[in-house]
């Protein structure tokens, strides 16, 4: 089992940055590639960012490239997700996901993640 806890979360003015972090219990995480998905206020969840269990390999949503960037930290078990730039449209819950097994679907889905965090909520002014 993989327990999901993100932190970092808060209120920004737009422009500015702020990095999240998901911590995550577990001896097999470092083998997991893990997510961010984000949730605005009566929108369905989207992606947001995917770092594989090589940190090497990321993927990024297009409304997000360029101004996020999501990493990994395999000996403190945690996922970070720096977010610069921000705009009032990235006012949304910000989740962390885990990949724990192969599901078939595509990175950028939901159904390709088995484990979930509580959501951190990241609200930008403008």
């Known amino acids: 089992q993989v327990q999901l806890v993100e932190s970092g979360g808060g209120l920004v003015q737009a422009g500015g940055s702020l990095r999240l972090s998901c911590a995550a219990s577990g001896r097999t995480f470092s083998t997991y590639p893990m997510g961010w998905f984000r949730q605005a206020p009566g929108e369905d969840r989207e992606f947001v960012a995917r770092?594989?269990?090589?940190?090497?390999?990321?993927y990024y949503s297009n409304s997000v490239k360029g101004r996020f960037t999501i990493s990994r930290d395999s000996a403190k078990n945690t996922v970070y997700l720096q977010m610069n730039s921000l705009k009032p449209e990235d006012t949304a819950v910000y989740y962390c996901?885990?990949?724990?097994?192969?599901?078939?679907?595509?990175?950028?889905?939901?159904?390709?993640?088995?484990?979930w965090g509580q959501g951190t909520q990241v609200t930008v002014s403008s």
């Open positions: 770092v594989g269990w090589s940190a090497n390999a990321t």
């Open positions: 996901a885990a990949a724990g097994r192969y599901s078939g679907a595509a990175y950028y889905t939901q159904g390709a993640y088995n484990y």
